[in-house]
Each structure stands twice: as structure tokens, then as C-alpha cells.
Nanobody
Framework: QVQLLESGGGSVQAGDSLKLSCEASGSILSGVAIGWFRQAPGKEREFVAAINWSGGFAAYGDAVKGRFAITRNNAKNTAFLQMNTLKPEDTGVYYC?????????????????WGQGTQIIVSS
């Protein structure tokens, strides 16, 4: 129903900024909330951020509050994750996710649509 394609990953130094993009496509896009999860090697997936369809509400994981910002442009079916002041612990695979609305729960099972992921490496 909803396909998600991430772009913008790469290798950066601690303190740098990076912006990820997530392009959505599919038969039903109206009302789809977009979010991001990440997974570091040997660790469980971690909620990063999510934004509702209108863009009027966003939620963030504790580890990224104040450093990351999620936005979206519905005219282009694209969401963005601006990541500032990156730290080595931000290293991991970042997945764009989607759901029909936000329930207030931000576990991976709350988002049925997943992209393939994009790698981010932050060096100290």
C-alpha cells in the first residue's frame, strides 16, 4: 500500500549535520504519518521521530530531542529528518516508517510500512 524510499545517509564526523529524505509512493498516501527508527549494530531498533499527516504534530525519542527535526512536504510526498550535532552513538541504519495516523505509541510494531534503510556512520 505504501512504499518508502530513504536517501541521504553517509559518513560524517561528530558535530556535523546530515539530512535524510523519505519519499513515499503507493495507492494510499493521504493520512499517512511518517517516522524514523534506527538500529545500531547489536542493538534493538530505536524510535527516532514521527510526524503526523498535516505536519502539525511531531514526536521524538529522548536521545535525539533538541538535535533532530522531522518535517514533511506533502506536495512532494516526502518527509525529512534534519540531524544536527551528530554523535558517534547516532551511528546505525535509519529506517523510514509509515502508519495510518499516530496512536501515541512509538514501537516498531505501530508502523506497518518500512523502507529498506540507509546507513549513517558518525566518527569521533
Amino acid at each position: 500500500q505504501v512504499q518508502l524510499l530513504e536517501s541521504g545517509g553517509g559518513s560524517v564526523q561528530a558535530g556535523d549535520s546530515l539530512k535524510l529524505s523519505c519519499e513515499a509512493s503507493g495507492s494510499i498516501l493521504s493520512g499517512v504519518a511518517i517516522g524514523w527508527f534506527r538500529q545500531a549494530p547489536g542493538k534493538e531498533r530505536e524510535f527516532v521521530a514521527a510526524i503526523n499527516w498535516s505536519g502539525g504534530f511531531a514526536a521524538y525519542g529522548d536521545a535525539v530531542k533538541g538535535r533532530f527535526a522531522i518535517t514533511r512536504n506533502n506536495a512532494k510526498n516526502t518527509a525529512f529528518l534534519q540531524m544536527n550535532t551528530l554523535k558517534p552513538e547516532d551511528t546505525g541504519v535509519y529506517y523510514c516508517v509509515g502508519s495510518f495516523g499516530l496512536s501515541g505509541r512509538y514501537t516498531d510494531t505501530d508502523f506497518p510500512f518500512w523502507g529498506q534503510g540507509t546507513q549513517i556512520i558518525v566518527s569521533s
